[in-house]
């Protein structure tokens, strides 16, 4: 299989062509964090506080380009993803328990974009909700089994434009630029509980333990089916283009992700929050309250985009439970195999989208779901983070290539930050 992508270095495309082969693991991921559930969650921001948590946004990015650094290279390094890493230097009782919570929050929040992607069509089209549901869990599902992993990551990368659906929306908005960029640039606080809640989801849906499992799994499947590539325990000569390629694509990636969390966060806040809606609970919600304050054609775009987002983001939810829960049982994982190759690595991705679909047919409260989704996602980003740190700080695993300097700091800020988010998340439990 391997032969299917090897390329000549003699001949790599250059100028266009060279940045599109660059931009992949980084720039997916990146997009994907945008998901229907965090278009809510930046939407609820913007809408609830105006222009006054933008700051977050830049104040997470090099904690975001740090820690998907650090899990690319743990993938491109070792051609290993996280959980066949944390398998082979760590209890079985951790990595169980992570890969544990990890399909639970996964799950629901697939539950919750596939939901929000029905809401969006009927929102569009009308219809029945439900049948737009179950078409779009089989779609994302079939794709993701059916199709070649080349094609597939293509597939991925072409649908990342939908997230121009928001920069579209904010075009057909009056924003005050100048109170924008206060916001952005300068940081308000406020003693307000929802104000920190807010703050605290934000960092929860920026930071997800997902994104790490997901862009270094990916490093090594492209390792894998590259015959150029080997891990650079294997070849360290490779080290020096394969680090600044992957700093380049995480970087991209992520400046992608926080420019559209903040299209999305002016774009209520110049219209919903200016016109006293102050309450979003999804996406769609924040769509349909939009048509009356921005006109039917911003309405339009942005619901277009929760649809866009959805397809991008459930496979990315899907896939990366699917590697987690094969490296941890070492059975056979990766896209680039066959679905019979590997049994249990696509059987997660069916049942896990195919759980998220039924979750839409029981009574139980997808916002609330979603807020527990959030909880788990907290509780299992810290840990996880810390053992990055620890792996890639070792150099009987990372050969030549430990993380260290200012990367290695940012990450250790990046790990610490989470802990404050999930400490914050353990008192509003307990005040609420």
């Known amino acids: 299989m391997a032969q299917r992508t090897k390329t000549n270095a003699a001949t790599k495309p250059a100028g266009s062509s060279r940045i599109v082969r660059v931009l ?8 994907s964090d945008d998901d229907p559930s965090g278009i809510a969650t930046y939407s609820q921001a913007g809408a609830q506080f105006g222009y006054a948590v933008t700051w977050t946004l830049l104040f997470a990015y090099p904690l975001m380009c740090a820690i998907q650094e650090i899990s690319a290279r743990v993938g491109r390094t070792t051609g290993r993803g996280l959980a066949g890493n944390i398998r082979l230097h760590y209890p079985k009782w951790l990595l169980l328990g992570i890969v544990a919570l990890l399909i639970v929050a996964n799950t629901i929040n697939i539950g919750a974009d596939i939901g929000a992607m029905g809401d969006a069509t ?6 029945p909700r439900l049948l737009y549901v179950v078409l779009f869990g089989l779609l994302c599902a079939g794709l993701e089994i059916f199709i070649t992993y080349k094609r597939y990551v293509k597939v991925l990368r072409w649908l990342t434009i939908a997230l121009f659906a928001y920069f579209g929306t904010a075009m057909f908005v009056k924003i005050p630029w100048g109170e924008a960029a206060r916001g952005f640039f300068i940081p308000t606080f406020s003693s307000d509980a929802a104000f920190w809640t807010t703050v605290v989801a934000i960092f929860g849906t920026t ?7 997901w862009q270094a799994s990916q490093e090594a499947e492209d390792t894998e089916e ?7 325990t294997q070849a360290p000569q490779q080290g020096a283009d394969a680090i600044s390629r992957i700093r380049l694509d995480t970087y991209f990636g992520m400046a992608f992700s926080n420019l559209v969390a903040l299209a999305i966060m002016v774009t209520t806040a110049a219209t919903l929050h200016v ?9 769609t919600q924040a769509a349909a309250a939009l048509k009356p304050v921005a006109g039917p054609l911003a309405f ?12 991008l983001a459930v496979p990315v939810l899907a896939g990366s439970a699917a590697y987690a829960v094969g ?3 070492q059975w056979p994982v990766g896209l680039a195999r066959r679905p019979l190759q590997a049994k249990a690595f696509y059987v997660t991705i069916a049942v896990a989208t195919l759980v998220g679909v039924a979750m839409n047919f029981t009574p139980v409260n997808p916002i609330r779901a979603l807020f527990w989704s959030a909880v788990i996602n ?3 980003a810290v840990p996880v983070m810390a053992l990055m740190m620890l792996v890639t700080a070792d150099p009987r695993l990372m050969g030549k290539y430990p993380v260290t300097g200012a990367l290695r700091v940012f990450g250790w800020i990046a790990t610490g930050v989470m802990a404050a988010a999930a400490i914050g998340m353990g008192v509003t439990l307990v005040d609420g």
């Not at 009927?122 to 219809?127: C, D, E, N």
């Not at 016109?275 to 996406?283: H, K, P, Q």
């Open 24 to 31: 992949g693991p980084g720039l997916i991921t990146g997009a």
């Open 122 to 127: 009927a929102l569009l089209i009308g219809g």
């Open 207 to 213: 930071i997800s333990p997902y994104l790490f499992f």
């Open 226 to 232: 590259d015959a150029e590539r080997k891990p650079l």
């Open 275 to 283: 016109a006293g809606v102050t309450t979003i609970e999804s996406s």
């Open 300 to 311: 339009a775009i942005f619901t277009l985009g929760i649809v866009g987002t959805g397809l």
């Open 327 to 329: 490296e941890a049982g």
């Open 378 to 380: 907290g509780v299992v």
